[in-house]
T-cell receptor, first 111, second 115 residues
C-alpha cells in the first residue's frame, strides 16, 4: 500500500514545547502533503513538499523530506493549545494523481 | 476567495433508506472534486473523484455512487444504505489540471449514522 504511516499515533506536550511527527511511505512519490484536522471538522492543508525538495517552512511549521528513507517529518515549534488536532501526511505516488492519507498523529498541547 | 459548502452536517438514517449528500464550491471554475470517507480515528479513504462534469472515477467498489451535474456541484448518493456506510464523509476540491500536485481544500464533513 502507498498509504503513509504516521508516528507516533498520539503525542502530548506542554505549551511552548516543540512537537515532531513523522511519516513513512512505501513507494516513490511526486509530493507529500501535511494536513491538520480539528475534532469533527474537515482537513486543512498545511504544507506541500515536492520530491525534489528537502525542507520547507511555513510560520512555526517545518517539514523535511528524505526520499532515500521514504520519510518526512513535521515540526511545530513553540506549540500552543490551539495546535491541538490530528495531523495527517498524504502522498501522491509517482505517475498517479490521488492522495493517499496516513492514519494520523493526535497531538494534544496542554496549556 | 474560494469556499466549499457541504451539507447536512449530521444525518441519521435507517438501514435501507436512500442517501444524498451535496457539496458545492464557490469562487473557482473547473475544480477537481473528491468524496472521502473517514472511519473513526482513521485516515481518509478516497471514494470518488471528478475532473469535470459527468466525469466520475470510483476508487473502491461499494454501495455508493457520485454525480456531478454542474461544474461546482458534487453529489454522493446511495439507493439503499447499509450499516457499514456509517462514517464521516468529506468533500474536497483542488485546482486542475494536475490535481496530484495541488493541495486539496475540504468541507466540514457530514457525520452519517445508520441505525
Amino acid at each position: 500500500s502507498q498509504q503513509g504511516e504516521e508516528d507516533p499515533q498520539a503525542l502530548s506536550i506542554q505549551e511552548g514545547e516543540n512537537a515532531t511527527m513523522n511519516c513513512s511511505y512505501k513507494t516513490s512519490i511526486n509530493n507529500l502533503q501535511w494536513y491538520r484536522q480539528n475534532s469533527g471538522r474537515g482537513l486543512v492543508h498545511l504544507i506541500l513538499i515536492r520530491s525534489n525538495e528537502r525542507e520547507k517552512h511555513s510560520g512555526r511549521l517545518r517539514v523535511t523530506l528524505d526520499t532515500s528513507k521514504k520519510s518526512s517529518s513535521l515540526l511545530i515549534t513553540a506549540s500552543r493549545a490551539a495546535d491541538t488536532a490530528s495531523y495527517f501526511c498524504a502522498t501522491v505516488q509517482t505517475g498517479a494523481n490521488n492522495l493517499f492519507f496516513g492514519t494520523g498523529t493526535r497531538l494534544t498541547v496542554i496549556p | 476567495s474560494q469556499t466549499i459548502h457541504q451539507w447536512p452536517a449530521t444525518l441519521v438514517q435507517p438501514v435501507g433508506s436512500p442517501l444524498s449528500l451535496e457539496c458545492t464550491v464557490e469562487g473557482t471554475s473547473n475544480p477537481n472534486l473528491y468524496w472521502y470517507r473517514q472511519a473513526a480515528g482513521r485516515g481518509l479513504q478516497l471514494l470518488f473523484y471528478s475532473i469535470g462534469i459527468d466525469q466520475i472515477s470510483s476508487e473502491v467498489p461499494q454501495n455508493l455512487s457520485a454525480s456531478r451535474p454542474q461544474d461546482r456541484q458534487f453529489i454522493l448518493s446511495s439507493k439503499k444504505l447499509l450499516l457499514s456506510d456509517s462514517g464521516f464523509y468529506l468533500c474536497a476540491w483542488s485546482s486542475g489540471p494536475s490535481f496530484g500536485n495541488q493541495p486539496q481544500h475540504f468541507g466540514d464533513g457530514t457525520r452519517l449514522s445508520i441505525l
